[in-house]
Nanobody, 123 residues
Framework: VQLQASGGGLVQAGGSLRLSCAAS????????MGWFRQAPGKEREFVAG????????DYINSVKGRFTISRDNAKNTVYLQMNSLKPEDTAVYYCGARLLGGPTSDRALYDYWGQGTQVTVSS
């Protein structure tokens, strides 16, 4: 099982990035997916989650209206579109997969994790 996150980079405040997470999961559509981030010296925090069918999404308050999570089950990929980026969004972003459950902010409930992709937002 492998989750490959990509799409990070350096961007100015107000800019946009689109993260992707490609999963080599058997029956990807059985998994809820989540994006988490970890800034230096801080714990990994939930950013956004999406249900197996894409019908339910959840976000932390600080990214609502700026970030959008989506998935393409035919491509075994989940995305995080990040607009109006702020310096405080700077972190390593990780994708997680949770089998047969809904999207959740509890990272202990995720079964698999990707390696992370760095997002740096300059002011």
């Amino acid at each position: 099982v492998q989750l490959q996150a990509s799409g990070g980079g350096l961007v100015q405040a107000g800019g946009s990035l689109r993260l992707s997470c490609a999963a080599s999961l058997h029956t990807f559509s059985n998994y809820a997916m989540g994006w988490f981030r970890q800034a230096p010296g801080k714990e990994r925090e939930f950013v956004a989650g999406i249900s197996w069918g894409g019908g339910k999404t959840d976000y932390i308050n600080s990214v609502k209206g700026r970030f959008t999570i989506s998935r393409d089950n035919a491509k075994n990929t989940v995305y995080l579109q990040m607009n109006s980026l702020k310096p405080e969004d700077t972190a390593v972003y990780y994708c997680g997969a949770r089998l047969l459950g809904g999207p959740t902010s509890d990272r202990a409930l995720y079964d698999y994790w990707g390696q992370g992709t760095q997002v740096t937002v300059s002011s």
